[in-house]
């Protein structure tokens, strides 16, 4: 049995990270690593502390911005990079 790439590995984890997304209208994961090490994960959604779109809008999703895009959602890269932040402050 042949081992996976951590290349592969940290996709893997990205995907399944996006089924923890609130978003309705998409759902995506990001791993953030340095060499073999992951620093930090994160998914789309809305900050800590406010609405839940599946929760509160299950069948359509929040309100769209100028461009299309979610209202509401941190991008998951950015809920990476800040939680890899706020845990470094500690």
């Known amino acids: 049995m042949?081992?996976?790439s951590f290349d592969e590995l940290y996709m893997d984890l990205a995907q399944n990270l996006a089924?923890?997304?609130?978003?309705?209208?998409?759902k995506v994961g990001a791993v953030?690593?340095?060499?073999t090490r992951i620093i930090s994960l994160?998914?789309?959604?809305?900050?800590a502390g406010t609405h839940n779109c599946d929760e509160e809008w299950?069948?359509?999703g929040c309100a769209r911005d100028?461009?299309?895009g979610c209202s509401l959602a941190l991008h998951?890269?950015?809920?990476?990079?800040l939680?890899?932040?706020k845990i470094k402050l500690h």
């Open 83 to 85: 939680y890899a932040a």
């Open 76 to 81: 998951a890269e950015a809920n990476a990079i």
């Open 58 to 60: 299950p069948v359509d």
């Open 32 to 35: 953030i690593s340095k060499d």
């Open 19 to 26: 089924t923890k997304s609130h978003c309705v209208k998409m």
């Open 2 to 4: 042949s081992k996976i």
């Open 66 to 68: 100028r461009k299309g």
């Open 42 to 47: 994160g998914y789309n959604g809305p900050p």
